[in-house]
């Protein structure tokens, strides 16, 4: 865990530059309908990266990830081979 770091009002720095091997996100989601007959739900939802303000939808829950990779990868994280290979499988 990273040590801690004075609130930015404290030394007058900006939020964002708190945690520089990070990224802050805003999530949201709802569900559309469900089918209780067949335990089938359908879930949408939108992923909001706090800094840019950049907001992504996303129509079930398994397309959330793959909105995550692109941030993942800026930070220089190698992705796990079996999230590769669903990746890319998905697209």
């Not at 720095?13 to 999530?27: D, K, M, R, T, W």
């Not at 067949?38 to 990266?49: A, C, F, I, S, V």
């Amino acid at each position: 865990m990273p040590p801690e770091q004075p609130h930015p009002e404290e030394n007058g720095e900006q939020a964002q530059f708190i945690e520089p091997n990070s990224h802050s996100f805003i999530l949201k989601v709802w569900l559309i309908d469900s089918d209780k007959t067949q335990d089938k739900q359908n879930w949408r939802g939108y992923l909001t990266h706090v800094v840019s303000g950049q907001r992504r939808y996303f129509d079930n829950l398994s397309e959330m990830n793959n909105l995550l990779i692109p941030y993942l990868k800026g930070m220089g994280t190698k992705l796990p081979y079996w999230w590769r290979a669903y990746r890319w499988l998905t697209q």
